[in-house]
T-cell receptor, first 118, second 115 residues
Framework: DSGVTQTPKHLITATGQRVTLRCSPR?????VYWYQQSLDQGLQFLIQ???????AKGNILERFSAQQFPDLHSELNLSSLELGDSALYFC?????????????????FGEGSRLTVL | AQTVTQSQPEMSVQEAETVTLSCTYD???????LFWYKQPPSRQMILVIR??????QNATENRFSVNFQKAAKSFSLKISDSQLGDTAMYFC????????????FGPGTSLSVIP
């Protein structure tokens, strides 16, 4: 158990709909990362938050948005869903950023949220 | 931009044998982290081993070891005494040693351990 909790584990929805994926990081971790893994593909970085603020952005579509709340949980919102958005969405958390000394660089991953768009 | 390449999409190894997975990366940074993550059929991502670029000594974790060649930008993973539970997708990953940076993953190598 990594300590990172993602809900829901599975989600089936229709094209054009909107969904929200939720992530609770490990206790004490300030950074949250979102990754997308399409079928038989690698992990594509979407976005990173640190202590409530956006810190790094990958190839995240404009239809997608995320935020990190004061209690450090994070939500990834996916709207106007398309068939190609079907994927496993991972949340990962880590300690303070590398330069602050406490971070080993390791990401702790949740079990993922599997989104199927029909 | 940093890139991570894994040139072996699929590999197989006999149980108890040794296998080496390859990874190369491209960066202009001098300080960074490198990782190997394992993703078994359960899809859970698990850290196998990590290496800090400023450390010349290769990291080892039980049956797992790396061959880190900084000048060649190469970071291979050696699995000794392969076990059936090692069957998984293995991802090489890179992270700059700077504040607020992301981890970049390679495309992965699917490893099958054959009884």
């Amino acid at each position: 158990d990594s300590g990172v909790t993602q809900t829901p584990k599975h989600l089936i929805t229709a094209t054009g709909q909107r969904v929200t994926l939720r992530c609770s990081p490990r206790s004490g971790d300030l950074s949250v990362y979102w990754y997308q893994q399409s079928l038989d593909q690698g992990l594509q970085f979407l976005i990173q938050y640190y202590n409530g603020e956006e810190r790094a952005k990958g190839n995240i579509l404009e239809r997608f948005s995320a935020q990190q709340f004061p209690d450090l949980h994070s939500e990834l919102n996916l709207s106007s869903l398309e068939l190609g958005d079907s994927a496993l969405y991972f949340c990962a958390s880590s300690h303070t950023p590398a330069l602050l000394g406490a971070n080993t660089g390791e990401l702790f991953f949740g079990e993922g949220s599997r989104l199927t768009v029909l | 931009a940093q890139t991570v390449t894994q040139s072996q999409p699929e590999m197989s190894v006999q149980e108890a044998e040794t296998v080496t997975l390859s990874c190369t990366y491209d960066t202009s940074e001098n300080n960074y982290y490198l990782f190997w993550y394992k993703q078994p059929p359960s899809r859970q991502m698990i850290l196998v081993i990590r290496q800090e670029a400023y450390k010349q000594q290769n990291a080892t974790e039980n049956r797992f070891s790396v061959n880190f060649q900084k000048a060649a930008k190469s970071f291979s993973l050696k699995i000794s005494d392969s076990q059936l539970g090692d069957t998984a997708m293995y991802f090489c990953a890179f992270m700059k040693h700077v504040v607020y940076d992301k981890v970049i993953f390679g495309p992965g190598t699917s490893l099958s351990v054959i009884p």
